[in-house]
């Protein structure tokens, strides 16, 4: 057994492949690694590219981890990158799959987003979103760094959800959630539940630098007091 199995799997099987049955070699290896975390990471990216992780979960424990993010093969096909990692490897590798890049803060855009436009971006419906946001741009000033950025599709929605479980076996349950909202001029923290019809019209978002907005993900990557699940 190598010292980092690493399997490929055509498609997105991020969230199914823990409970997957037959599995031998290094995928029964990662799957009882995942069996044993009590913690996860999910980071879920809906963004016009191409070359964006769309879906990534990280099973959490000391010692060794488990990574499972989607990727975009070179004729457009999805396929899944299982891979173990060491628990201190976690923040560069959340850091990595993220579309969180330096920028220059240029806060100019709205103080909400529609919450069709939000909830279309936690559907993962890139072009349902990418429409909305085209159309919401002409609403503001069209010389905005927020508008160029929506009219030319340089932008990245983005959930970050921390789940727990409280024994073995069990189904992992969230219980912090981030979302953010990200273009080449400036992030904003978008207030948006996991549901987003279950809100008014309009959700609010507010600007946040990057040193802001990276201690606030930390936070999801932070290992809980070692315990044994039952």
Known sequence: MPDRPHVVIPGDVTSSFATSEGLTGDAAHLATLM?????????????PDASQCRQALIWMQP????????A????????????????????HVAAAISPLTPNPAVFDGPPVLPTAIVYAAQQGTTEQTAQLLENYSSYG???????????????AYTTWIREERTKKGSFFVPTSTLSTFITPAAAYRVEAPLFAPSTGPHIPIHPIYNTQLWALITYFFTLSPERSLP
Request: charged share 20%; with cysteine; aromatic share 6%.
């Open 35 to 47: 069996s044993a975390a009590r913690s996860r990471l999910v980071i879920a990216t809906t963004s």
């Open 72 to 91: 975009t093969t070179p004729d457009g096909d999805t396929e899944t990158h299982i891979y173990q990692i060491d628990n201190e490897e976690i923040p």
């Open 141 to 155: 000033p069209s010389d905005s760094a927020f508008a160029q950025a929506l009219v030319a599709q340089r932008w």
């Open 63 to 70: 010692g060794p981890c488990v990574v499972a993010r989607t």
